[in-house]
C-alpha cells in the first residue's frame, strides 16, 4: 500500500509533508526563515490571543551550539546537520483588556499546534522540510532560552533541505521515507467515542 495516497482526495500538500532526518548542511537565509516562520503568523487563535513564540538559531551561529545541546543524543545525530533550529513556545497566560486581569490561556498549547502545523507546510512549499522534535532537555532549556514562566516549550524544529541517505546512521537509514498515516474511518467518530477492541 502506498504510505502516502489520499482515501479522500485531499490537497498534496498535505501528502508531501514528512519529517526527514537527514538534512544537506546548507544555509537558510534570514528571510527564508522569517517566510517560513510568518506562515506560522497566520495561524488560528482563540481570541485571536497568538500565543506562539519563536527562538531560533542559524546554523553556525552563535546560538547553533548551545541549542543543539537543548536536543537528546539520538536528535542531536541527525539534527546537527540542519540548516535552523527552532523552538516553538506556547505563552500560556494573557491579560484581559477590560479588567486588566490575568488569566491562563487554556488553548495556548492547541493553538501553537496550529501555528507548528502551518510552518511544516510552509516549509515544504519552499523545497525544505521540518522535523519536530519532543526528545528535549525541557527543564534546561528554560535558562538557555531565557523562558519566563509562563512560557511554555512545545518542541524544538530542525529546517533543512533534505539531504543524502547515505549521510544518516546506518539504523536511520531504513526509517528516511514518508510515514503511513490511519485510516480516517480509525479516527472519527459518529455520536460519541467509542471503540470496538
Do not use: C
Not at 78 to 98: G, R
Amino acid at each position: 500500500m502506498d504510505a502516502r495516497r489520499s482515501e479522500y482526495g485531499v490537497d498534496p500538500i498535505f501528502l508531501n509533508r514528512w519529517s526527514p532526518r537527514g538534512f544537506d548542511q546548507a544555509s537558510i537565509s534570514r528571510a527564508e526563515l522569517f517566510k517560513i516562520v510568518e506562515a506560522a503568523k497566520w495561524a488560528p487563535s482563540a481570541y485571536n490571543i497568538q500565543p506562539w513564540r519563536f527562538v531560533y538559531s542559524l546554523r553556525d551561529d552563535g546560538f547553533w551550539k548551545s541549542h543543539l545541546a537543548l536536543l537528546d543524543d539520538f536528535n542531536q545525530s541527525w539534527a546537527k546537520d540542519a540548516s535552523a533550529l527552532i523552538f516553538i513556545l506556547a505563552n500560556t497566560v494573557t491579560v484581559n483588556e477590560e479588567t486588566n486581569k490575568q488569566y491562563e490561556v487554556k488553548t495556548a498549547g492547541f493553538d501553537t499546534g496550529a501555528a507548528w502545523a502551518q510552518l511544516a507546510l510552509q516549509a515544504s512549499l519552499m523545497g525544505y522540510h521540518a522535523h519536530a522534535i519532543a526528545g528535549l532537555d525541557f527543564e534546561g532549556a528554560k535558562a538557555t532560552l531565557q523562558l519566563p514562566e509562563a512560557v511554555k516549550l512545545q518542541a524544538g524544529i530542525a529546517i533543512g533541505r533534505k539531504g543524502n541517505i547515505e549521510d544518516l546512521p546506518v539504523e536511520l537509514q531504513e526509517r528516511e521515507t514518508p510515514s503511513p498515516r490511519k485510516p480516517v474511518q480509525d479516527l472519527l467518530f459518529a455520536g460519541n467515542f467509542s471503540h470496538d477492541d
